[in-house]
């Protein structure tokens, strides 16, 4: 299957706490990509990664990709409570398509 | 820069009757794609648009969706007639570049679709 696959599927954390998310898939990619999902702003782009490349951050994020084990994680760092959100993973494939994940729901509790 | 724009954003129908959902994508994007979202799941992509012709429509049940892109810019997804399992928010998306794999994807905030 194309799709990415996040683990665990639900975390809670303390506001100021890293949260860690792992994403694996079965088939080679072009990218993969971070979404953030929540009832406030709809579903939005965190993140992009490049099948050739091994970590990328930006401000609060850092996503790594390993493709020899096809899996990539997402760190959130100091963690605020509006992080709680759901967050996809998404792999990129042929002509820019995606295949997302079913989901990591996080709740950071302040 | 505005977004992409949807309408309606609630839809509640009876089973079996016909329903239409409204895209506009961010000016000048010229891939767009409808994704269908079940409750507890991630996206699943149903057509991909490029300008105005059909790039992917692998997973589209073409026996009652059909999706048309017209001039290349809004788009509309109809559903007849619709089933139960057709509750869900269904998306839109677009991204600036066509043939271009490393896209990130603009979404819309959805129309939530429920089937009684």
């Known amino acids: 299957s194309q799709q990415g696959e996040e683990d665990p599927q639900a975390l809670s954390i303390q506001e100021g706490e890293n949260a860690t998310m792992n994403c694996s898939y079965k088939t080679s990619i072009n990218n993969l990509q971070w979404y953030r999902q929540n009832s406030g702003r709809g579903l939005v782009h965190l993140i992009l990664?490049?099948?050739?490349?091994r970590e990328k951050h930006s401000g609060r994020l850092r996503v790594t990709l390993d493709t020899s084990k096809k899996s990539s994680s997402l760190l959130i760092t100091a963690s605020r409570a509006a992080d709680t959100a759901s967050y996809f993973c998404?792999?990129?494939?042929?002509?820019?398509?995606?295949?997302f994940g079913k989901g990591n729901q996080v709740v950071v509790i302040p | 820069e505005a977004g992409v724009a949807q309408s309606p954003r609630y839809k509640i129908i009876e089973k079996r009757q016909s329903v239409a959902f409204w895209c506009n994508p961010i000016s000048g994007h010229a891939t767009l794609y409808w994704y269908q979202q079940i409750l507890g799941q991630g996206p699943k992509l149903l057509i991909q648009?490029?300008?105005?012709?059909?790039?992917?429509d692998s997973q589209l049940p073409k026996d009652r969706f059909s999706a048309e892109r017209l001039k290349g810019v809004d788009s509309t997804l109809k559903i007849q007639p619709a089933k139960l399992e057709d509750s869900a928010v269904y998306l839109c998306?677009?991204?600036?570049?066509?043939?271009?794999?490393?896209?990130?994807?603009?979404f819309g905030p959805g129309t939530r679709l429920t089937v009684l």
């Open positions: 998404a792999t990129g494939y042929g002509n820019n398509r995606l295949a």
């Open positions: 998306a677009s991204s600036p570049r066509a043939g271009d794999s490393y896209n990130e994807q603009f």
């Open positions: 990664i490049r099948s050739n490349e």
């Open positions: 648009f490029q300008n105005n012709g059909v790039v992917d």
